[in-house]
């Protein structure tokens, strides 16, 4: 393919400076359009992998009820990794569609953060990982309704409502659990205390986010934080618990840094459409 | 080519007509246009926005539309599909919502509506078993007059 003649830097800064006004007339800014790519890769990342996480209880949770429960909240997980990975594809320009990016990229290329990467543990384990992920989304979601892409507004505003459930669920749990026996609440604790030092990286202002949010694509995180920790003291209060110990962050997920359990989920999850590329549903 | 091809005055007319014969695939009682899930009908397009974001059935409706459109001699209409506004229990029509009781699950409880009424029997004596049902849209309840468990359509 012939390359496109090198654009030089003063052509460039007369393009900026005759740029017209009108909505259609912009020209494509290629870093709003990598920084929105980025975004929609963390979000889509995140629910993918917490929802093909929850996936693997199916068939194996405590009573059938929760078992309904967690394949449910999964297949909604999924719903919005489609979303949001099929705008990434198409933001980025290259052809690939969301199941591309889901089943055709290696770890190195995922963007979650660590904690949906964590293995389920017991069942206690499984709920204190989802209220300290649901808790984060349920609020994040509420501020990217009003994001400044209406694509990235419409699905968030859409999901909100599903994650508003997932929080309820996973708070009872964490309440019922902690509140309950001997062993349950030393279950739950180890749980928290477990998923704890992933917590920070959920509300990490990196270069991509910082930049995000200053293009309306990313709230304010120390808001979302506020927020968060008001919900979760609430809850942990109704079940008694205290709130683990500080312990140094593990950051790296939205770099691609991961822990060695995400290339075990990654290779159960795209065995199939690797080893059969053109299979369809 | 023999193909009715209704007049442009009644052409969305006859569009609703075809989908309101379009059902549920999961709740068959129910049809696409009881469910509120038919947002837009133009002459040339129908607008469709999905139930949950995970809803399998998204895709098996769109195909099933397809065909229904085909059928009657509307195959250039398009169909789009569109996240906003999200959908709510609250579109689902009256005559959707009785034909829910009549299939044995609960309807959505209107706003400021509290109790959950059997479907079966009518009594408000009701309780959850669990949040999650046998699909993302509904919640399992149980009677506690008449015994029975059933489905809750669940507010959303």
């Not at chain 1, 591309?100 to 990229?105: M, P, S």
């Not at chain 1, 994001?147 to 964490?174: C, G, N, P, Q």
Request: overall charge negative; glycine content about 8%; proline content about 7%.
């Amino acid at each position: 393919m012939p390359s496109l003649p090198p654009i030089r830097p003063e052509d460039e800064e007369v393009a900026l400076k005759t740029r017209p006004g009108g909505a259609f007339d912009a020209p494509v800014d290629e870093e709003h359009r990598a920084t929105l790519f980025e975004m929609l890769l963390r979000l889509g990342d995140d629910s993918l992998i917490l929802g093909q996480r929850l996936g693997e209880w199916c068939g194996h949770a405590p009573s059938v009820e929760v078992d309904l429960s967690l394949a449910n909240i999964a297949l909604d997980l999924i719903g919005q990794a489609t979303h949001f990975l099929n705008l990434a594809g198409e933001i980025e320009g290259r052809g690939r569609d969301g199941d591309a990016l889901a089943f055709h990229r290696d770890v190195l290329d995922f963007r979650n953060c660590l904690l949906v990467e964590q293995p389920n543990g017991d069942f206690a384990q499984t709920m204190a990982r989802q209220l300290l992920f649901s808790a984060w989304q349920k609020r994040l979601f509420d501020q990217l309704a009003a994001s400044s892409d209406e694509r990235v507004a419409a699905i968030a505003a859409k999901a909100v409502k599903e994650v508003a459930y997932h929080e309820e669920l996973a708070a009872e749990w964490v309440i019922r659990l902690g509140d309950g026996t001997d062993e349950s609440r030393a279950r739950m604790a180890d749980g928290l205390d477990w998923m704890w030092r992933f917590v920070p990286e959920l509300f990490e202002l990196d270069e991509a986010a910082a930049d995000a949010n200053g293009r309306g694509l990313w709230p304010d995180v120390d808001l979302l934080r506020t927020g968060y920790d008001a919900r979760l003291q609430t809850v942990l209060a109704e079940a008694t618990l205290d709130a683990p110990k500080p312990q140094r962050p593990i950051l790296g997920g939205r770099r691609g840094h991961h822990s060695e359990h995400l290339g075990h989920l990654i290779a159960v999850m795209q065995f199939l459409p690797r080893t059969y590329p053109d299979a369809v549903w | 080519m023999g193909v009715h091809q209704p007049l442009n005055a009644s052409r969305t007319g006859a569009l609703w007509g075809v989908l309101q014969d379009v059902p549920d695939p999961e709740i068959p009682v129910l049809s696409i246009v009881d469910l509120g899930i038919v947002r837009e009908v133009h002459d040339d397009r129908v607008v469709l926005t999905p139930t949950y974001t995970g809803c399998p059935a998204t895709q098996v409706i769109e195909r099933m539309v397809r065909e229904a459109l085909d059928a009657a001699g509307f195959d250039s209409v398009r169909i789009e599909t569109t996240l906003t506004p999200p959908w709510t229990t609250e579109w689902i029509t009256p005559e959707g919502r009785d034909k829910l009781r009549a299939y044995g699950i609960a309807p959505p409880n209107a706003p400021g509506e509290r109790a959950v009424h059997c479907p079966q029997c009518g009594s408000a004596e009701t309780e959850e078993i669990s949040r999650f049902g046998s699909t993302p849209c509904k919640a399992l309840w149980r009677c506690r007059s008449c015994a029975e468990p059933f489905d809750l359509f669940k507010c959303h």
